[in-house]
């Protein structure tokens, strides 16, 4: 059975640019998306699938204390996502390479409120610096 303390809260997730911590970061999403080439052969009746390319998308959040993303502008970047908590079975690091941003968001405010900036990205490879591995 599953043991509930194992289970991993997002409270202890980490960003970091370039290695920097991005201390404001509290969303961060990434994935791959495989595109799969239908074949159709002679003799076989299913259809059967080719890896082709793959396309890295991702989406940060959280609250705009600098101007770091309008100043970067469309620079490519590193970011390093690390994804830990006390009571799991360890921490998982993965680093996504050649990240570049879809759109920079120059002004987005509603006075009394915390300005909120969110950044949807694309990136060119990933490692998987330190895997989660249980007993």
Known sequence: MLDASRVILGTYGQAYIDGVWQTHINKLEASVELEKRELNLVG???KVHKNGIKKG???MSGYKVTSDMIQRGFTKFDIISKLDDPES???????LIRCMPDKIQLANWTAGEE???????TFEGYELVDPIVGD
């Open 115 to 121: 300005v909120q900036e969110e950044t949807t990205f």
């Open 44 to 46: 076989n009746d299913w």
């Open 89 to 95: 079975f360890g921490h998982e690091r993965v680093r």
């Open 57 to 59: 998308t991702g989406t």
